[in-house]
């Protein structure tokens, strides 16, 4: 497997408080990804990174600030949590410009109450 | 913005009956890949395509590019239980890497 991981891989949260979740790998990898899941919707693209302090905006990226400062750690961070935001995220990483496969992490379930 | 839809939504099959997803794009796509989420986990690569009508073959999983780039599809020949799981595409559109999945099929499977 891919050296991906994320943290935490669970999280319970207040409305309006910040929420970061972290994804490090170890593979070296230029691109990296903040997916968000739900029911109905699929994977659903929130930023991604095509290196350090070079990140673009995804399909669902309001709400949603992300940090790039070394090349193995990407953070997503959720200024003030809402209801909306609970989900299934997950972080990727891709050996672009090469295979341009996706390698996914376990996935941080995030819950706003 | 780039739209990646998939249908159907849901497949229940008998085992031994075969099964197919398909991928539309509202822009033609530099490539399609597909991925297998099983149950519980998180999504594992299957496949790349590239070329325009392009068709490659894993064991009993047919994965197939459309002539404009625009759609794809996947058939699996007689399912098994194994089979069970969601299957995503995604698309990149352009020279980004931003990677668009469509809603995904889940596929379940009865014995």
């Known amino acids: 497997d891919a050296g991906i991981t994320q943290s935490p891989r669970h999280k319970v949260t207040e409305t309006g408080t910040p929420v970061t979740l972290r994804c490090h790998q170890t593979e070296n990898h230029r691109y990296m990804y903040w997916y968000r899941q739900d029911p109905g919707h699929g994977l659903r693209l929130i930023h991604y990174?095509?290196?350090?302090?070079?990140?673009d905006k995804g399909e669902v990226s309001d709400g949603y600030s992300v940090s790039r400062s070394k090349t193995e750690d990407f953070l997503l961070t959720l200024e003030s949590a809402t209801s909306s935001q609970t989900s299934v995220y997950f972080c990727?990483?891709?050996?672009?410009?090469?295979?341009?496969?996706?390698?996914f992490g376990e996935g941080s379930r995030l819950t706003v109450l | 913005g780039q739209q990646v839809m998939q249908i159907p939504q849901y497949q229940h099959v008998q085992e031994g009956e075969d099964f197919t997803t398909y991928c539309n794009s509202s822009?033609?796509?530099?490539?399609i890949q597909w991925y297998k989420q099983r149950p519980g986990g998180h999504p594992v690569f299957l496949i790349q395509l590239v070329k325009s009508g392009e068709v490659k073959k894993q064991k009993r999983l047919t994965f197939q590019f459309g002539e404009a780039k625009k759609n794809s599809s996947l058939h699996i020949t007689a399912t098994q239980t194994t089979d069970v799981g969601t299957y995503f595409c995604?698309?990149?559109?352009?020279?980004?890497?931003?990677?668009?999945f469509g809603q995904g099929t889940t596929l379940q499977v009865k014995p």
């Open positions: 990174s095509y290196g350090v302090k070079d990140t």
């Open positions: 995604a698309g990149h559109s352009g020279n980004t890497g931003k990677l668009i």
């Open positions: 822009t033609t796509l530099s490539n």
């Open positions: 990727a990483i891709s050996d672009l410009p090469n295979t341009g496969e996706l390698f």
